[in-house]
């Protein structure tokens, strides 16, 4: 799979505050690619980097193969943005709003309906802006960026401020969007659960350092699911899962937790525990989050509790 964006050795401080330290990415064409960090931490430095809005003070940036800034025009003609909130002039209807993009670009004038299908606003292209509801100007946003095709698009926290109803817009229209137009999709996000739900890709971006990159299939194979037990006797519980081979924790007098990967393997330890003698008041098997994995990674867990 060739690569949409690489990221080399990038360095960048504003002043004696260092932003990205040594960052290293690539993004596969084709993907739709998570880019998740806490606030403060270099997600929309690096953003601003890719987009040519600033420069690195080290480091290479490349948008399929060619290098920024040095054919910054050629590598973002083929890029949309979506890096600020959107704004649009709420007395123009949506096609009006497009037709701007389309003239200043040189664009055909099918350019405007082809956008507006692939966020699913053509019906309502003649409907003035100022009666859209978020999600909607998010998705003409969108439909702004997806002017002439590009080969990838570039979101800055794409479904920040927007309600339930617009995040599900959203989050349909980007995992759709590879197959519909042959676009990658690089998004930064702190929306966990979002991500869960619409990347391909992910990396974690902590103190200017991608601290994990994988595909969220298998992240999913990586993180252990644990059984959730509570039982007349946790002590007894444990040793009876002990002499099974397994390693239990010790929650609280009549709780424990021990890894289990599947319902077949809780079914084992359950059966296990009947045979002991113990009395299982409930078993609950509990799939790793992303929002767990991520705690852990970047050290905000221990923080918390700190």
């Known amino acids: 799979m060739s690569e949409a964006i690489t990221l080399e050795r990038i360095e960048k401080s504003y002043g004696r505050r260092t932003v990205l330290g040594g960052l290293d990415l690539v993004v596969p064409e084709g993907s739709v690619f998570a880019f998740l960090g806490n606030n403060g931490h270099g997600k929309s430095t690096t953003i601003r980097l890719i987009s040519g809005l600033s420069a690195p003070d080290r480091g290479t940036v490349r948008l399929f193969g060619r290098d920024i800034p040095r054919a910054k025009r050629d590598a973002l003609r083929e890029t949309g943005f979506l890096i600020e909130a959107p704004s649009a002039y709420p007395n123009l209807t949506a096609a009006e709003f497009l037709r701007i993009g389309v003239a200043l670009k040189a664009l055909p004038a099918s350019e405007i ?82 991500v869960e739900k619409t990347a391909t890709h992910l990396a974690v971006l902590h103190d200017g350092r991608i601290r994990a990159r994988t595909t969220v299939e298998a992240l999913g194979t990586q993180l252990a699911s644990a059984l959730a037990l509570r039982v007349d006797d946790a002590g007894r519980a444990a040793e009876a899962l002990r002499a099974q081979g397994h390693a239990p924790e010790v929650d609280g007098p009549q709780a424990l937790t ?49």
């Open 258 to 306: 021990v890894a289990a990967s599947d319902h077949a393997a809780a079914g084992r330890i359950n059966a296990a525990l009947f045979a002991a003698g113990v009395t299982l008041y409930e078993s609950t098997l509990r799939r790793p989050r992303l929002e767990e994995w991520f705690l852990r990674l970047t050290g905000a867990a221990a923080e918390r509790a700190a």
């Open 113 to 194: 309906a082809r956008c507006l299908r692939m966020v699913g606003l053509h019906e309502d292209r003649d409907r003035r802006i100022e009666h859209f509801s978020l999600g909607m100007r998010q998705r003409l946003a969108l439909a702004h960026a997806l002017l002439g095709a590009p080969r990838l698009l570039v979101l800055d926290e794409p479904t920040n401020g927007l309600d339930p109803d617009g995040i599900q817009e959203i989050r349909t229209l980007l995992r759709g969007l590879p197959d519909a137009s042959g676009c990658t999709i690089f998004f930064a996000s702190h929306y966990l659960d979002e």
